[in-house]
């Protein structure tokens, strides 16, 4: 029997311009949704660790139909030039950096509201519940250590409630801003502490 064809051009190694559309690829499928978090930090490194077009392909395998055609020629559709984020993938970031914003003026009601209206699964709702963790844990924190700082005399605990106060608008702004990029925010403080009101999937 014999091996099945492969056209020359998949031992090519992959351009840093096809990595990149590779990757800007990857986020806007998990933007809208159509890959996990799991699954898109799979296909990631894969796409990171290809050396030649047909590793890079692999990364794509069962996500992305390839035409006849393309497969003949050995061209793939997700890092071919293309025109990045359609409206409806800017909407979902948009909503998703909302969710974060909001937080500022509105605390945590900003993105409970978004995660209530956003789709189950969506971009929008995951970044949304981060936004929520975030913010509840970070007024926890802020008050535990105000009513320290009000019923002792050590000024430690109001300068640690300040540093609360300063960490949360910090990171609510980064988490924005990568979630308008369509990029994956993980909270730092859930390292240290476990509260997740809102699931995060």
């Known amino acids: 029997m014999t091996a099945m064809y492969e056209h020359p051009s998949l031992k090519m190694n992959v351009t840093p311009d096809q990595r ?68 409806r993938d800017k909407a979902g970031r948009g909503v998703a950096a909302v969710a974060h914003f909001s ?12 995660y209530a209206v956003s789709s189950p699964g969506s971009f929008a709702r995951r970044e949304a519940a981060k936004a929520f963790n975030f913010s509840l844990t970070m007024f926890l924190g802020f008050v535990a250590f105000g009513i320290l700082a009000g019923i002792t005399d050590a000024g430690i605990f109001g300068l640690v409630a300040m540093l609360f106060a300063v960490a949360w608008v910090v990171l609510t702004i980064v988490g924005g801003a990568k979630a308008a990029q369509g990029e994956v925010w993980k909270n730092p403080v859930r390292q240290v502490l476990k509260l997740q009101v809102l699931s995060e999937k």
Do not use: C, I
């Not at 933007?31 to 990364?59: H, I, W």
């Not at 937080?103 to 978004?114: A, C, F, K, N, R």
């Open 20 to 87: 990149d559309r590779a990757e800007s690829w990857l986020k806007d499928a998990y933007a809208d949704g159509r890959v996990t978090e799991l699954e898109f930090d799979t296909r990631m490194g894969q796409v990171l660790s290809a050396g030649n077009r047909k590793e890079l392909n692999e990364a794509f395998y069962g996500l992305v139909h390839v035409p006849s055609p393309s497969q003949a020629l050995g061209v793939h559709p997700a890092y071919q030039p293309f025109v990045r984020a359609e409206t």
């Open 103 to 114: 937080s500022l003026p509105t605390g945590v009601l900003g993105p409970g509201l978004v």
